[in-house]
Nanobody, 117 residues
């Protein structure tokens, strides 16, 4: 199994920046994919940044050029960061870290990001 814990959300003005952190533990070396999702109020959850094992990060069109996913392997866990710049009101939503391990998706509890105009 994989355990995921997000942090770093908050309230920010348009044009500002935030960095989200996801701490992943458990079977992280066997995880086939990590990703960040966003769920805006009244909308479906969408994939905004994806990091496949051994592959390159890909981004949704809506965030490409403004968001950057990076990672840091600590001794017992993996830290995934989502650096968000030039934030817009439409970036408001709950952000989730996710992992796919043995064809099962694991989710964190989510962290709220609110961007005011």
């Amino acid at each position: 199994q994989v355990q995921l814990v997000e942090s770093g959300g908050g309230l920010v003005q348009a044009g500002g920046s935030l960095r989200l952190t996801c701490v992943a533990s458990g079977m992280i070396l066997s995880t086939s994919q990590f990703g960040w999702y966003r769920q805006a109020p009244g909308k479906d959850r969408e994939l905004i940044a994806s990091l496949p094992k051994g592959g390159d990060t890909t981004y949704a069109d809506s965030v490409r050029g403004r968001f950057t996913l990076s990672r840091y392997y600590a001794r017992d866990n993996l830290e995934l960061y989502l650096r968000m710049s030039d934030l817009k009101p439409e970036d408001t939503g709950t952000y989730y870290c996710a992992a796919r391990y043995k064809n099962t998706d694991y989710w964190g509890q989510g962290t709220q990001v609110t961007v005011t105009s």
